[in-house]
């Protein structure tokens, strides 16, 4: 059970260029997340998916964009990357939504942009 | 607000109990605690969570003040592993209830 997973672990991006991170969960959750998380800070929620098919904005999606066919992928997506997302982005997952469940976060892809 | 107010970082010696403290003073009858914390270059974990009465996991203990406006983590011995910073989270119900992350609590394990 490899949990949750997410590639690459690093990139370097110049400002303008696209890009997609990766994450997979292998634990069959239906909730998955994308937070941001700026040194020294606490995590943000960018996105997140109820089930496949169903995504919705959290605190600041601005410059991203997500989908979700399937239950175990969740994909996020940099359009035009400006040096203002660069940041270490999660992705975590939970069975369901709400105040018992706990969220299972992946080690993370550190992104800088230049 | 979904606030919580933690102190900025704490010190400990490894062997030791540690008490981390959180005030959450919104909250209401049916919001939880939840405690996640976050090693050195990795993503967060979860360590505890709690609604009213005192909770004990492998991880740690969660107790809650009987008003509820604030709880402690305890760690009964501290290891150099639980170096971290540990977020105290006010939960509240709803369908779209979500984590929200302060700046947590930066602890230091002393040998």
């Known amino acids: 059970n490899a949990g949750v997973t997410q590639t690459p672990k690093f990139r370097i991006l110049k400002i303008g260029q696209s890009m997609t991170l990766q994450c997979t969960q292998d634990?069959?959750?239906?909730?998955m997340y994308w937070y941001r998380q700026d040194p020294g800070m606490g995590l943000k929620l960018i996105y997140y998916?109820?089930?496949?098919?169903?995504?919705d904005k959290g605190e600041v999606p601005n410059g991203y964009n997500v989908s979700r066919s399937t239950t175990e992928d969740f994909p996020l997506r940099l359009e035009l990357a400006a040096p203002s997302q660069t940041s270490v982005y999660f992705c975590?997952?939970?069975?369901?939504?709400?105040?018992?469940?706990?969220?299972?976060f992946g080690p993370g892809t550190r992104l800088t942009v230049t | 607000d979904a606030k919580t107010t933690q102190p900025n970082s704490m010190e400990s010696n490894e062997e030791e109990p540690v008490h981390l403290p959180c005030n959450h003073s919104?909250?209401?009858?049916?919001?939880?605690i939840h405690w996640y914390r976050q090693l050195p270059s990795q993503g967060p974990e979860y360590v505890i969570h709690?609604?009213?009465s005192n909770v004990n996991n492998r991880m740690a203990s969660l107790a809650i003040a009987e008003d509820r406006k604030s709880s402690t983590l305890i760690l009964h011995r501290a290891t150099l592993r639980d170096a971290a910073v540990y977020y105290c989270?006010?939960?509240?119900?709803?369908?779209?209830?979500?984590?929200?992350f302060g700046k947590g609590i930066t602890l230091s394990v002393r040998p």
């Open positions: 975590a997952s939970s069975f369901a939504t709400g105040v018992s469940y706990e969220q299972y």
């Open positions: 634990m069959n959750h239906n909730y």
């Open positions: 998916s109820v089930g496949a098919g169903i995504t």
């Open positions: 919104t909250i209401s009858g049916t919001d939880y």
């Open positions: 709690g609604l009213t």
């Open positions: 989270i006010h939960l509240r119900t709803g369908a779209n209830s979500k984590l929200t």
